[in-house]
C-alpha cells in the first residue's frame, strides 16, 4: 500500500496557490455588490430562530435577518450577553428581540428550544441552526464523553430543531432552514468533520426532499471566519467550549495566513444570497470552493495534514 509523506512544503504550494485566486475571491465578489443588501424587507419571512445567536456568525445573521425586518428569537447560554445584544438589535432595527438562555447540551435546554421553534404563536419563519463548538485535542486524547457531547451539539441538537420546525413549515408551505456546517465535513478530520459531513448530506437530502413543498434548506460551510470559534478552541486544551463564550486571543491567526480568513458579514451575505437562490450547499468564497474541490480529488493523508489547520 502506498504512503504518502506530506510537508510543510507542499502545503504552503496549497495556500500560495490559493493566494494567486485570491483577487478573484470574495473580496471581488463584494466589490460587486456583495455589500449591498440581499433581503428585501421580510421577503424571507417575519421571524428567525437562530441558535448560538450571541457571537460570531450566528451574532451577524442576528444583524441581518434584523436589517432585513425580521423578529428575531435567539439562544445561547449567556443570558446577559444575550439580553445586550438583543437591546443593541432592538435599538438599531426597531425590530422585536426575544432572547431564550438555553444550554442545548441539557435536555431542558434543547426541549426549550424545540418547543419555541415549533410554537403555533410566534411562528418561525427561519430556523439558523448556528450553535457548535470544537475540541482542542485529537479523538485519542479526549474523552468518549467529550466526543458524545461534541454529537450531540453539531448532529442531535440541529436534527431536532429541524423536525420541529419542518412540523408546521411543511403545513404553511413555506420556510427557511440554515444549518452552518463547514469546510472540515469535506476533509478526514475526526468526530468534527463527520458531523459537519453529515449536516452537509443530510441538507443536501432534505433541501430536494421539502424545496418543492415550499422549505428551503441550505448548509453553509465556510473556512475561516474572524469570529471566537478559534480563540475558544485554544483557551482549553482539556474542555470543549460552548460557541457563545469569550476567550483570550490565540496565535493562530498569525499562523494562518491573512488571505484564508473571512469576514462573518460577507460569509453571511454570501449565505443568505445562496438561501434564496434555493442552494443546498453554500461554500463562501472562491478560494475555498477550490480547497473543496481539492479535498474530493487528493488522497485522504493529504487532505487530513492540510485540513489540521483548517475548521
Not at 410554537?119 to 486524547?141: E, H, P, T
Not at 442552494?279 to 474541490?293: D, F, H
Request: proline fraction near 4%; include cysteine; charged fraction near 25%.
Amino acid at each position: 500500500m502506498s504512503s504518502y509523506r506530506i510537508g510543510r512544503p507542499f502545503c504552503k504550494q496549497v495556500f500560495e496557490l490559493q493566494r494567486h485566486i485570491n483577487d478573484i475571491s470574495l473580496a471581488r465578489i463584494v466589490k460587486c455588490g456583495y455589500r449591498e443588501p440581499v433581503l428585501q424587507r421580510r421577503s424571507i419571512g417575519t421571524r428567525a430562530l437562530i441558535t448560538g445567536a450571541s457571537s460570531g456568525v450566528g451574532a451577524e445573521f442576528a444583524r441581518q435577518l434584523a436589517a432585513a425586518g425580521l423578529d428575531l428569537v435567539l439562544v445561547a447560554r449567556n443570558a446577559a450577553r444575550l439580553e445586550a445584544f438583543a437591546d443593541e438589535l432592538r435599538s438599531a432595527h426597531d425590530v422585536e428581540v426575544e432572547v431564550l438562555p438555553a444550554d442545548l447540551l441539557t435536555k431542558a435546554g434543547v426541549k426549550a428550544a424545540e418547543a419555541r421553534v415549533g410554537a403555533s404563536v410566534g411562528r418561525i419563519d427561519v430556523l439558523v441552526n448556528n450553535a457548535g463548538f470544537g475540541l482542542a485535542r485529537d479523538f485519542d486524547r479526549n474523552s468518549v464523553d467529550d466526543e458524545l457531547e461534541l454529537l450531540t451539539m453539531l448532529v442531535e441538537v440541529p436534527l431536532r430543531l429541524t423536525h420541529a420546525a419542518l412540523a408546521h413549515m411543511l403545513p404553511a408551505g413555506s420556510g427557511t432552514i440554515i444549518n452552518i456546517a463547514s469546510v472540515a465535513g469535506f476533509t478526514p478530520r475526526g468526530t468534527y468533520s463527520a458531523a459537519k459531513a453529515w449536516l452537509l448530506t443530510f441538507s443536501r437530502w432534505a433541501n430536494v426532499a421539502y424545496r418543492r413543498r415550499g422549505v428551503r434548506i441550505t448548509a453553509i460551510a465556510p473556512g475561516f471566519v474572524r469570529t471566537e470559534f478559534h480563540q475558544r478552541l485554544a483557551t482549553d486544551a482539556h474542555a470543549a467550549v460552548a460557541a457563545d463564550e469569550v476567550a483570550r486571543p490565540t496565535q493562530l491567526e498569525r499562523a494562518v495566513p491573512d488571505f484564508m480568513w473571512l469576514a462573518a458579514p460577507d460569509v453571511v451575505r454570501a449565505a443568505l444570497i445562496d438561501t434564496m437562490r434555493g442552494r443546498a450547499v453554500s461554500i463562501p468564497s472562491l478560494r475555498y470552493k477550490l480547497i473543496v474541490a481539492l479535498a474530493r480529488l487528493t488522497p485522504d493523508a493529504l487532505a487530513e495534514r492540510v485540513a489540521r489547520v483548517g475548521r
